[in-house]
T-cell receptor, first 116, second 116 residues
Framework: AQKVTQAQTEISVVEKEDVTLDCVYE???????LFWYKQPPSGELVFLIR??????QNEISGRYSWNFQKSTSSFNFTITASQVVDSAVYFC?????????????FGGGTRVLVKP | NAGVMQNPRHLVRRRGQEARLRCSPM?????VYWYRQLPEEGLKFMVY????????ESGMPKERFSAEFPKEGPSILRIQQVVRGDSAAYFC??????????????FGPGTRLTVT
C-alpha cells in the first residue's frame, strides 16, 4: 500500500531564510506521480507541482525548487528567501498509475510559519 | 473558466441531522474525488466517481456516508445522522480522464462541516 510521510509537523523561520520540507514515500508501483499542495490560512488547496516517477530532473519555479531522489524515495521542497505569504501548511501527495483514477495519498502536512 | 465549486462553504448541523455537500467540477472534467480533512490532520481519500458511476469508495465509512455524481448536476456527498466526529473540512477535487502523465486534481475551496 502507498504511504507518504512528512516528518516535520511544523517549521518556523524568519523572513528571507530558506526552508526545506521533507517528503518520503512508499509505493510498490513502478510508475507513480508525486505532488505538492499548499494550504494557506484561508483553507483552500493550491496545486504547486507534479513529478512523474520516470522523470528525475529537479525543478525550479521562482523561489520554489523540488529535489526528487528515487533512490531514497524522497521528494523534498525548498522555499528560498521565504516570505510571510509563504506561511501555510504544505502537503506532499502520491498517486499510483495502477490505481483507478488519480486517488491521492497525502502526507500529514508541514506547517510553515514565516515571521517578519 | 470557473474552478471547482463547492457549496455550502460552511454547514452547521445538529447531531442526528443530515448533511448534503455539493461539488461542481471544473468545465470539461468528468472525474470527481472527495477527501476529508479532520482537524489538525492531513487529507484522506473518501471516494472517486465518474458520471453515474462510483469507481472507488474504499475510503468511505461503511455507514451513513454516500456519494453520487448524476448525469446532470453536481456531485453530492451525503452524511446521514451526523455525529460530532463528522466535523471536518470536506474537499472535492476534479480532473479530466487520467491519460498519460496528466494527473493533476484541482480542488474546490472545501465545505467546513460543524456538528453541534
Amino acid at each position: 500500500a502507498q504511504k507518504v510521510t512528512q516528518a516535520q509537523t511544523e517549521i518556523s523561520v524568519v523572513e528571507k531564510e530558506d526552508v526545506t520540507l521533507d517528503c518520503v514515500y512508499e509505493t510498490r508501483d513502478t510508475t507513480y506521480y508525486l505532488f505538492w499542495y499548499k494550504q494557506p490560512p484561508s483553507g483552500e488547496l493550491v496545486f504547486l507541482i507534479r513529478r512523474n516517477s520516470f522523470d528525475e530532473q529537479n525543478e525550479i519555479s521562482g523561489r520554489y525548487s523540488w529535489n526528487f531522489q528515487k533512490s531514497t524515495s524522497s521528494f523534498n521542497f525548498t522555499i528560498t528567501a521565504s516570505q510571510v505569504v509563504d506561511s501555510a501548511v504544505y502537503f506532499c501527495a502520491l498517486s499510483e498509475a495502477k490505481a483507478a483514477g488519480n486517488k491521492l495519498t497525502f502526507g500529514g502536512g508541514t506547517r510553515v510559519l514565516v515571521k517578519p | 473558466n470557473a474552478g471547482v465549486m463547492q457549496n455550502p462553504r460552511h454547514l452547521v448541523r445538529r447531531r442526528g441531522q443530515e448533511a448534503r455537500l455539493r461539488c461542481s467540477p471544473m468545465k470539461g472534467h468528468s472525474h470527481v474525488y472527495w477527501y476529508r480533512q479532520l482537524p489538525e490532520e492531513g487529507l484522506k481519500f473518501m471516494v472517486y466517481l465518474q458520471k453515474e458511476n462510483i469507481i472507488d469508495e474504499s475510503g468511505m465509512p461503511k455507514e451513513r456516508f454516500s456519494a453520487e455524481f448524476p448525469k446532470e448536476g453536481p456531485s453530492i456527498l451525503r452524511i446521514q445522522q451526523v455525529v460530532r466526529g463528522d466535523s471536518a473540512a470536506y474537499f472535492c477535487a476534479s480532473s479530466p480522464p487520467p491519460a498519460g502523465t496528466r494527473r493533476e486534481q484541482y480542488f474546490g475551496p472545501g465545505t467546513r462541516l460543524t456538528v453541534t
